[in-house]
């Protein structure tokens, strides 16, 4: 063996150690990123957003346009780029009212008569404003669950015809129904039984409480402000502008209906009990009928931002694959009428002003490191969470980067409250993968993580992505008795867990942006994805 000097000794050992641990600035050092983490970092951003004067952030309200220029703002001074020129996605926000020329008519055996809305009919808020006139069948439940051998379409054809279906599901309060007993199945939701009408080729709706399970048949529907004395003009409903959604006319009916429909409550009756007694298809053309419909419904858009930052990776091969660190940022406004020494603002200071901070101050340490992760990072606040999930459908439906292309989702949903060592990961049964990287990284946050294998997946942000096939995490510490309360304040906020939890999300971002693999996602039983 060569002889080697002490100099030479020297200069391997640095050469190796540069090799192993990398030398300054030619590698991410995490470390230094995670120093910037902090709960007086976490409590301004909190006591920011959760202030007063943001009116609880609703969504839309000018309180949350606010918000998402705080937001850009400070990823501007972070020199954290904005996606294609732009902080802000927009996302279309449809609201819709009740106008004053609705219709529902029946013509019957050549004689004609005209229902009143409110005592006869009411439209819902999912209807479309077509006019329609076609003739009528009746389908059960309306639902095709394949799965259980039970259509209520068997036998019959929609094609050009209204529906008439019950509300809820067959054997609702049977413990032993394949509708998953008496817990609520996903075959109950009137929208899903909808684009089931669609798909037998059904023009309109008319939907019907099922005299067997309900002690009333009046007509119930949306309640919109224009039919009511109570309700206030504004508690008008919100849906998400999708582009090329399929709607029909779609009414809640009561008592005179259905008894020009089927002659008596009684001769419902006997149908729906016919189904509840062994799931029978009893559906059948209701001859001589036809109905004429329409829904008066006026729509006006109106627009919401997801907040984007963007850090692009150091590789150039694995910079075309990104690492989503997501959040929602807006809460549900405030009291409209109260009284004058009444706290009427729900701030949201948990709910969820903590996760905007986590994913903010993860962004602002990463955007501080001189050496950026190998992957691409984007750093998103939704819009619309607490409306039904508004800002991550859209971006799901209209991604700005290839979902096929993003490796993993991190949500942050309420994350300083409860015990300051505990910890929930939801999605670890759906992503194994990442959950083992959050178990090894908590060995620096030391959390008792609580690793829920449940299949409930639908409560946040992650939701729409796990149904893009996108791994994901949703870091959560618990509800409480604040949630949705106006008492959810910023005093009552933990930043120093917080501040852990945002570490954490650090230290797994971190790990993920630099590795090269990908990871799997488990879809649950049941639960199709809906693709990418």
């Not at 918000?67 to 850009?72: F, G, K, P, W």
């Not at 089931?196 to 099922?210: D, P």
């Not at 993993?408 to 993968?433: C, T, V």
Request: a neutral charge.
């Amino acid at each position: 063996m060569k002889k080697i000097s002490l100099p030479g000794l020297f200069i391997c050992a640095v050469i190796l150690s540069c090799f192993i641990c990398g030398c300054s600035g030619t590698q991410y050092n995490r470390s230094n990123g995670n120093k910037l983490i902090t709960a007086d970092f976490l409590c301004k951003q909190i006591k920011y957003l959760a202030s007063d004067s943001m009116k609880g952030r609703n969504t839309p309200s000018p309180q949350l346009d606010s918000a998402a220029s705080y937001i850009a703002g400070n990823f501007r001074d972070w020199g954290i780029k904005p996606w294609n020129g732009s902080y802000f996605q927009e996302v279309p926000i449809c609201v819709d009212q009740l106008g004053d020329s609705n219709e529902l008519a029946v013509v019957k055996n050549g004689a004609s008569f005209e229902l009143t809305i409110k005592s006869d009919y009411v439209p819902y808020d999912f209807s479309s404003a077509a006019s329609v006139t076609a003739p009528v069948v009746f389908a059960g439940y309306g639902i095709t669950a394949p799965e259980f051998n039970y259509d209520d379409y068997k036998g019959i054809d929609a094609k050009g015809r209204i529906v008439v279906i019950f509300r809820n599901e067959p054997q609702k309060d049977d413990s032993n129904s394949v509708f998953n007993g008496k817990e609520d199945s996903k075959y109950i939701s009137l929208k899903d039984k909808m684009k089931n009408a669609i798909t037998h080729g059904a023009t309109g709706m008319l939907i019907v409480n099922g005299p067997l399970q309900y002690s009333s048949v009046k007509a119930r529907g949306y309640p919109w402000p224009s039919l009511s004395k109570v309700i206030p003009k504004d508690a008008v409903p919100l849906h998400l502008c999708m582009d090329n959604e399929d709607l029909i006319p779609a009414m809640h009916i009561g008592e005179e209906m259905v008894r020009m429909l089927f002659g008596s409550i009684d001769s419902l009756k006997n149908l729906q009990a016919r189904i509840e007694k062994d799931l029978s298809c009893v559906s059948f053309e209701l001859p001589g009928i036809k109905v004429s419909m329409h829904a008066n419904i006026r729509t006006t858009v109106l627009n919401a931002k997801n907040v984007v930052g963007f850090i692009e990776g150091s590789d150039p091969v694995l910079n075309k694959q990104l690492v989503i660190i997501g959040a929602h940022y807006d809460h549900v406004g405030y009291k409209k009428e109260h009284k004058a020494d009444e706290d009427y603002i729900f701030n949201g200071a948990d709910d969820n002003a903590s996760g905007t901070s986590g994913v903010m101050s993860v962004a602002y340490a990463f955007s501080q490191l001189k050496k950026k992760p190998k992957r691409s990072m984007m750093f998103i606040l939704f819009a619309g969470e607490e409306k039904g999930l508004f800002g991550s459908r859209y971006y799901t439906t209209h991604p700005l980067h290839p979902l096929a292309s993003t490796v993993a989702m991190l949500n942050l949903d309420m994350i300083s409250r409860n015990s300051p060592d505990s910890l929930y990961l939801e999605g670890a049964k759906q992503s194994p993968d990442i959950t083992e990287i959050i178990k090894n990284e908590n060995k620096k946050t030391k959390f008792k993580l609580v690793v829920k294998n449940s299949d409930f997946l639908g409560g946040s942000d992650h939701y729409y992505f796990y149904k893009h096939n996108v791994p994901f995490i949703f870091y959560f510490t618990g509800l409480h008795k604040d949630y949705h309360q106006v008492s959810d304040n910023p005093d009552k906020s933990d930043c120093n867990k917080a501040a852990r939890v945002s570490r954490l999300v650090f230290y797994t971002a971190g790990k993920i942006s630099n590795e090269n693999i990908r990871y799997s996602i488990n879809p649950v039983e049941g639960d199709a994805p809906v693709g990418q």
